[in-house]
């Protein structure tokens, strides 16, 4: 695995490869590597003659400072990971890599409704963040496909429509959230539990589960009820749980029985917050 630290470095050696029209296969993250990130990785592999990965926690993206200094950081370990798992190149760039110069102009995002709902609405900025270090990383990278997880299904929503924004042409490939043998799904910030935590935090998916299980046709409230006191009982604080149509992410509190549903949850153990989604 060849690091990088400079994007002119990493340009340059992506433009030799380009030139014998070698596929390549991109997994931005924010390190604290898991399985769910190496799923990434494993499916870039398969589509991608080149794999990048990058790590670089992304201060724009963070609406909240505490969560942004208490993010893991497990770089020697990520290192390790990604080149046992055949990564060929990890850039890991600081921050003046990725924003220039005192004088840095931020682009604003036309996200439209996926800003205003879910995260969008409990993470004010967090979608601008996200599009400005994603348009950053795909200048420099610019790859065939591009990776992203399930998990944080209204970021792949942002990304899908970034592209279009950017007219790039790096084809994106959602991935299925990997979830440990608990349920629990995998996520950098589930390193900052403890053991009584830890033991806690499957109950987001468990509610989930029971969603996918008691929905019918019909009004929805109710049940979005029985989930939430289900959470506030094991001592979550909410953001949000709700039904939402998973082709447009319009919220719903009624269904036809036809269209198709996807529930989220956002929801914090202590100052944790963690997200988690089913399409149903
Ligand atoms: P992050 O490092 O949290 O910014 O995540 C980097 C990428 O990994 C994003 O596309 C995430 O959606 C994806 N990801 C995070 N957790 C999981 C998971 N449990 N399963 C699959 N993909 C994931």
Redesign the pocket.
Known sequence: MIIFKTSAGLKNHLQKLRVSNTSTGFV????ALHG??L??LKKSRQHAEITICSIFINPTQFNNPQDFKNYPVTIEEDIYLLEKNGCEILFVPDVNEIYPGKNFTYDRFELGYLETVLEGKYRPGHFQGVCQVVKRLLQIVDPTFLF?????YQ?CMVLKKLISLLESKAELVV?????EVDGL????RNKRLNDNDRMKAPAIFQSLLLLQQDIKPGNLIQLKKSAEEFLVKKTFKLDYVEFANAENLALIDYWNGEDPVIVLVASYIKDIRLIDNLII
């Open positions: 931005p993250t924010m390190g769910g990130h799923a990434l992203a997880g399930q998990k944080d970021q991935c299925p959230t990997l979830r799904a995998m996520s950098s």
